[in-house]
């Protein structure tokens, strides 16, 4: 088992990474505050280790509540379900949250765990590859709204966040290459080594090899983490994590958050970006063509549906939480490795860029 | 003017208070962002001063959103209609929200605030003695719950409170005397020489003579913002601003939220939990009485009424989000102007207590 420790500027806690860590009581029983705990998953990540997990937490005061699969489900209404469970089981302030499953489980309860009492403990068990690469540093937590994605929601940092690599076994291989999209991207903006190293191991991850696995895990995590360091409430340079989101959340919005998990919209939305960087000039050429292959080696999609209105993604781009009142905030390569916020491009050249990323 | 600086750990903010201060351009000005304004008001208080605030707002990119008026509309569907506005007039993270109103409107469109992408600026104008004494210091903001009171919300600080004390001229008494109950709580939990002063200028302040209604806002902010200042996240003595509360919410959710305001109940709870100190034996004869003198000459009520479904109120004392696993906590008096934290009163105590304080 790996630790490693998040050291944030309010908080600090530390994210386990290894095997059978479901199973080890002592981490669980270390993090968990002393009142009732609720378990929250969801259909499908339930029926695999609800057992394993409230077999290690017997003897707690403890419920669980499973949520439909789903970005589609991540709703005001799903949120308030959460809600009222902790009301019906009369939890109280001491009471912690467990998020089993992926990012749309773990933003919910986090969210719920942020505004329930006006904040409880919150511990996270990622188990797809995303949520562990992604969702189990920065704090941020939350739901859609039918005109666009998180546009509620809470900061709100985990007591812990407990990664067991087991889980990866069982996640189906669409759902791991969508996770590969966000590894792919701390290589892109901030770690030219890093993106060598996944050029270079594609196959001993596509194998799902445990080393190989571990050490992508534990890079990503420390690349987020360094990153997020810098800048808890996402003024400046935590910015650039937005790589590929703006776009890619664009593509979701229009698409109804049905059509493309999250990160097979943030690899669409990075070669938009990467294309766009290309053409004002700002990252030299060939950048898009490395990054558009390495993506599609991971079996991701990387190319905007001819079908889709790109009037209506212009709209929703317009929305994006990510923009400021002077222009849209695109984050753009300066190089493969090395990113940068821009306020700069034109509706023409971003248009533009979405026409050329079109199928 | 006065200015009395907030000095928390992670922000400070200014409280202004006087006269005019809705029309002072440049207070305004100095504490919005650059975005938009969202104005959130009620269908009471928005008739009367939402004229002389747009005024000062010229030429800011404005909305205004009126809400119902009432403790029973402080629920998770208002709160949704200030997001979806939020949504529909595409606010970003540069937008600011000024509560113009009471206690209600500031607690729904402060969630707001906390959780519209994650949060946005938030300034106060309180309009009603109670929120100007108590919701403007703390930066609690919420929803209620069916089932209890402000059980979904979030610690989220305003930028600014600017409290003009002419809307005071329009406040309807049954509002005045209310916010009279916080006031008095301020003297009770933590100043006695404030209570002996409240006790001395309770006619001038039914005349709501301006001068003795400012000392009496000021000191209530500086007693506030003193405890807030020990204890931000309500851990410890910043509990004691719950005096009366616990009961005051049970009573609150039984009857509904619409027999009684917010204050009314806290008077009620408030010589309930004196009743039980004495009871107890923790505070000297003669408290309750004093108490109860002083809150009966602002005409507030002080006594349970005679067909509370007492069962019910148990019940709800349950869930108090006041309450830990260990014991119903409850703030008892140990003399008037001095308050502890105490979890060791008896089922039997306390409803003995209540039911010496029905009517």
């Given at each position: 088992?790996?630790?490693?420790?998040?050291?944030?500027?309010?908080?600090?806690?530390?994210?386990?990474?290894?095997?059978?860590?479901?199973?080890?009581?002592?981490?669980?029983?270390?993090?968990?505050?002393?009142?009732?705990?609720?378990?929250?998953?969801?259909?499908?990540?339930?029926?695999?280790?609800?057992?394993?997990?409230?077999?290690?937490?017997?003897?707690?005061?403890?419920?669980?509540?499973?949520?439909?699969?789903?970005?589609?489900?991540?709703?005001?209404?799903?949120?308030?379900?959460?809600?009222?469970?902790?009301?019906?089981?009369?939890?109280?302030?001491?009471?912690?949250?467990?998020?089993?499953?992926?990012?749309?489980?773990?933003?919910?309860?986090?969210?719920?765990?942020?505004?329930?009492?006006?904040?409880?403990?919150?511990?996270?068990?990622?188990?797809?590859?995303?949520?562990?690469?992604?969702?189990?540093?920065?704090?941020?937590?939350?739901?859609?709204?039918?005109?666009?994605?998180?546009?509620?929601?809470?900061?709100?940092?985990?007591?812990?966040?407990?990664?067991?690599?087991?889980?990866?076994?069982?996640?189906?291989?669409?759902?791991?290459?969508?996770?590969?999209?966000?590894?792919?991207?701390?290589?892109?903006?901030?770690?030219?080594?890093?993106?060598?190293?996944?050029?270079?191991?594609?196959?001993?991850?596509?194998?799902?090899?445990?080393?190989?696995?571990?050490?992508?895990?534990?890079?990503?995590?420390?690349?987020?983490?360094?990153?997020?360091?810098?800048?808890?409430?996402?003024?400046?340079?935590?910015?650039?994590?937005?790589?590929?989101?703006?776009?890619?959340?664009?593509?979701?919005?229009?698409?109804?958050?049905?059509?493309?998990?999250?990160?097979?919209?943030?690899?669409?939305?990075?070669?938009?970006?990467?294309?766009?960087?290309?053409?004002?000039?700002?990252?030299?050429?060939?950048?898009?063509?490395?990054?558009?292959?390495?993506?599609?080696?991971?079996?991701?999609?990387?190319?905007?549906?001819?079908?889709?209105?790109?009037?209506?993604?212009?709209?929703?781009?317009?929305?994006?939480?990510?923009?400021?009142?002077?222009?849209?905030?695109?984050?753009?390569?300066?190089?493969?490795?090395?990113?940068?916020?821009?306020?700069?491009?034109?509706?023409?050249?971003?248009?533009?860029?979405m026409n050329e990323s079109l199928n």
């Open positions: 088992m790996k630790t490693i420790d998040v050291q944030l500027a309010e908080n600090a806690y530390p994210v386990y990474l290894g095997q059978d860590l479901l199973t080890q009581a002592d981490l669980w029983h270390r993090h968990l505050g002393t009142g009732k705990v609720l378990i929250v998953s969801n259909d499908v990540v339930g029926p695999l280790y609800l057992d394993a997990l409230t077999n290690t937490l017997a003897g707690r005061d403890l419920e669980v509540h499973t949520l439909p699969d789903g970005e589609q489900f991540k709703t005001l209404e799903t949120w308030s379900g959460i809600i009222d469970r902790l009301v019906s089981m009369q939890a109280r302030r001491d009471a912690s949250i467990i998020a089993l499953g992926g990012g749309v489980v773990g933003d919910m309860s986090g969210f719920a765990a942020a505004s329930y009492m006006r904040g409880i403990r919150f511990l996270q068990a990622p188990t797809t590859l995303l949520a562990q690469v992604d969702a189990s540093v920065g704090g941020k937590t939350g739901v859609n709204h039918v005109r666009g994605k998180n546009l509620i929601g809470a900061f709100h940092q985990p007591s812990t966040v407990i990664i067991d690599t087991n889980t990866l076994n069982t996640l189906e291989a669409r759902e791991f290459n969508a996770g590969m999209a966000e590894v792919v991207k701390y290589g892109a903006i901030n770690d030219p080594g890093f993106f060598a190293w996944l050029e270079a191991s594609a196959e001993r991850i596509n194998k799902r090899d445990p080393d190989a696995l571990n050490e992508l895990i534990e890079q990503s995590v420390l690349n987020k983490a360094d990153i997020v360091r810098q800048d808890e409430k996402e003024a400046g340079v935590r910015a650039l994590l937005n790589f590929g989101h703006s776009f890619g959340h664009a593509l979701e919005a229009e698409t109804g958050y049905s059509k493309f998990l999250h990160g097979e919209a943030v690899a669409i939305g990075m070669v938009t970006a990467a294309r766009l960087s290309e053409n004002r000039g700002l990252c030299p050429p060939g950048a898009t063509r490395r990054l558009k292959t390495l993506l599609q080696t991971f079996n991701l999609p990387v190319s905007i549906p001819a079908d889709t209105d790109m009037a209506g993604m212009a709209e929703a781009l317009k929305l994006d939480k990510k923009a400021v009142a002077s222009g849209l905030r695109l984050i753009l390569l300066n190089s493969l490795g090395s990113a940068q916020v821009d306020q700069d491009s034109s509706t023409e050249d971003i248009m533009q860029a």
